[in-house]
C-alpha cells in the first residue's frame, strides 16, 4: 500500500528541519516525499518481520506443540471452555454479569465466549 504524497503545502503545513530552518517548497517537497517513502520501507519490513515471526511459531508449535519461545499457544491462553461457559449460561439462564462471577470472568470474556457463530 503506497500513499501519495501531496505535498506540506496544500495543508499550510511547513517543514522545520533543526539546524536549517524552514524548509522552501521545491526542497521540503522532495525532502518529505523521501522521508515518506522510507517510513513505508519500514513499515513493510516490520510486517514482513511479523508474518515470519508468525510463521516459525506456528511451525514450532505444529512439530512440538509448543511455539519456537516456549509458550502452548500463540494467542491469549483460555480462561474456561467456552462451550461450557455458553451451556451453563444458557441452561440457568444466566445473565452475563451472573455467569461471569460463576466463573470467575470479565464481563467481555462471558460476551466473547457465547457470540454465536
Known amino acids: 500500500m503506497v500513499r501519495e504524497y501531496r505535498g506540506e503545502t496544500t495543508k499550510g503545513v511547513q517543514v522545520n528541519i533543526r539546524g536549517l530552518g524552514l524548509i522552501g517548497k521545491g526542497v521540503g517537497e522532495l525532502i518529505v516525499a523521501v522521508l515518506a517513502q522510507v517510513a513505508e520501507m519500514e513499515r513493510e519490513r516490520i510486517r514482513e518481520r511479523t508474518a515470519n515471526g508468525r510463521d516459525v511459531a506456528r511451525a514450532s508449535l505444529e512439530a512440538t506443540g509448543k511455539t519456537h519461545r516456549g509458550k502452548p499457544s500463540l494467542g491469549r491462553p483460555a480462561v ?38
Not at 462471577?101 to 470474556?109: A, G, P
Request: hydrophobic content about 40%; charged content about 25%; some cysteine.
Open 80 to 117: 474456561a471452555d467456552a462451550g461450557a461457559v455458553r451451556a451453563w449460561r444458557k441452561e440457568n439462564s444466566a445473565s452475563i454479569s451472573a455467569t461471569a462471577k460463576h466463573f470467575n470472568l470479565s464481563d467481555s470474556t462471558v460476551k466473547r465466549y457465547c457470540i454465536t457463530v
